[in-house]
């Protein structure tokens, strides 16, 4: 069966400072990038921790394939490079709700994977986001084994019953 889901959601990861006034590169790790909007809060710290700290977003914008981001924890540079690294979190309670057939990672973590005829291939110990297409790692009685979200490949996904069943394509196992 899956694992329980985590308490935070990681939304964004902190680069480098930009600038003197407290700004810092995020790489956005959501579908929802409204997240960022100023005034909005978010946590610092990592998924597992039991208690990140509340932080504000002060000011985003856009910047290359990032945002530059102003938290209210840092007001200049020193303060800003104190953050690089750190991840930027959600209640895993305030999740936005997906489309129909979507998931978050943690919601395929540990879950059963079986082919449409029976045989058990492991749990997903893992997804990569690829940035085409995701790809479960599964790992069990034939070592570790990708399978690309891909309607090809995913027969279905059942989060109630904890199993995911594939279609292996050839040369897949």
Do not use: C, K, W
Request: glycine share 10%.
């Amino acid at each position: 069966m899956s694992r329980a889901a985590p308490a935070f959601l990681t939304v964004g990861r902190i680069g480098r400072p930009h600038g003197v006034r407290g700004e810092v590169e995020v790489e956005v790790l959501t579908d929802f990038p409204e997240r960022f909007r100023p005034g909005s809060q978010l946590y610092l710290g990592t998924a597992d921790d039991p208690d990140p700290t509340p932080v504000r977003v002060v000011s985003a914008r856009p910047h290359r394939n990032r945002l530059l981001v102003r938290l209210d924890v840092a007001a200049d540079r020193t303060a800003a490079g104190e953050l690089t690294g750190r991840s930027l979190l959600v209640p895993a309670a305030e999740a936005q709700p997906l489309e129909a057939d979507a998931y978050y990672p943690h919601q395929l973590m540990g879950l059963r994977v079986v082919t449409v005829d029976g045989e058990a291939l492991g749990e997903v110990a893992e997804v990569l986001e690829t940035g085409s297409a995701d790809v479960l790692i599964v790992r069990g009685p034939r070592g570790e084994v990708l399978l690309p979200m891909i309607a090809t490949v995913i027969a279905a996904i059942d989060l109630a019953a904890g199993e995911v069943t594939v279609t292996p394509l050839p040369g897949l196992l």
